[in-house]
């Protein structure tokens, strides 16, 4: 089983996840806005972090990225699509009065429809565009879990409101990529509480199951 912890991380509040495979202790850590409470986790738990991968590029999801690889010798997988973001990191810090940053580079591409491994858990990976343009989600689709970054909220949507974003893609990457998905999913979003596909596409105000 894929144990899924969060860690909110920034003052933004980003849930940062640390994906585990309870059989063989392998982790991955997903979203790594700030390395040091990460790290803590990591150590407390005493899992062994094989990758740090990132849903998209905003900086509460990846400012703590280079830190952790460093920290710990692991690769950054990435979903090309946001590059930009990636290499205009220190550009949003300045914008949102961080402290500078250090830019991650890339080690293997995240594309639409690949398996990435943890342990013995697989997570697919599905195309989520709008919130910005190379978004993705991660599915287990043997314990119906989701990490959504900033695509889907509880009783929300991510914003769509940056000049790369793209509202009607985001309405139809939630429309034709999640709420087709097993109902019961337990969503763990990039902020605030977790939720399921179900209770979304049942009521969330923003973007209804067609
Ligand atoms: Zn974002």
Redesign the pocket.
Known sequence: MLEIHEIPVTPFMQNCTLLVCSETNDAAVCDCGDATPVLQKIEQLGVKVTKVIA????L??IGGTADLMQALQIPFWFPRGDDFLREGLGEQARMYGFPPVRVPSVDVDIVAGMDLRIGNCKLEVLPCPG??PG?VVFYDAVDHQMVA??VLFQGSV??TDFPFSNPEDLVKSIQTQIYTLEPTTVVHC?HGPTTTIGEEARSNPFVRAK
């Open positions: 849903t998209h590029g905003h509460d999801h919130h910005t978004h970054g900033d991510g914003r990039g």
